[in-house]
């Protein structure tokens, strides 16, 4: 009677232990289940900051562009603005020589 006592004991100690194990998996896996959720908002909040950071880059990088190609659309006018500017300048001696020649 007592062997069969302690096997029941022991029968009832294994399940308490078994219980005791099954609550704190329950709780590792919330815990898990927490840092997976922690861990996933974080990756979403670098993913989001990471993408923010590329269309700043790639704006930035537009603009550079833009301006680039502003500064040289103005070169090209200036160039032009220069070039009528000489050729007016070479009209006009054309005209005057044209003058004195004819007075001659």
Known sequence: AAAA????????????AAAAKAEADKLTAAERA??????????????????????????????????AVNEARKAKRLEIAKKRQEQAALDADAVEAEKVAREA
């Open 34 to 67: 927490e840092a997976d959720k922690v861990a996933k908002a974080a990756a979403r909040k670098k993913m989001m900051e990471d993408a923010r950071k590329a269309g700043e880059e790639k704006r930035k990088a537009e603009a550079a562009r833009e301006a």
């Open 5 to 16: 006592k302690a096997k029941l004991e022991a029968e009832e100690h294994a399940k308490a």
